[in-house]
């Protein structure tokens, strides 16, 4: 099982996780979407596609931007097309 943790929170938990570039890539349903907020930024990953953001919310204490996930991926990186991914301290923890 995998565990995306901030602030002493599981923000994410799944067995299905894909791994790319070092990163867990969670799938959508097992994000627990109270503490996800839609974020404006977008960026752009030569291979991937344009990548959407999330800003974290625990106990009215921000994390900006430290979910991504592609909404629409090319061809080679179908595996992840919808995919939670986190930094910028969120921990993911591998049981």
């Known amino acids: 099982m995998k565990r995306a943790i901030w602030k002493n929170t599981i923000i994410a938990e799944s067995d299905k996780t ?6 867990h890539y969670f799938p959508v349903e097992s994000i627990k979407k109270e503490y996800f ?5 977008h960026t ?7 990548a959407s953001y999330y800003t974290i919310e625990v106990n ?19 595996s ?9 301290g969120v921990q993911v923890i591998v049981d």
């Open 18 to 23: 894909v791994i790319i570039e070092g990163n």
């Open 37 to 41: 907020k839609e974020s404006p930024t």
């Open 44 to 50: 752009t990953c030569p291979w991937k596609g344009i």
């Open 60 to 78: 009215k204490d921000q994390n900006k931007d430290a979910a991504w996930f592609y909404p629409k991926t090319s061809e080679l990186a179908k």
């Open 80 to 88: 992840i097309e919808g995919k939670v991914a986190f930094w910028k």
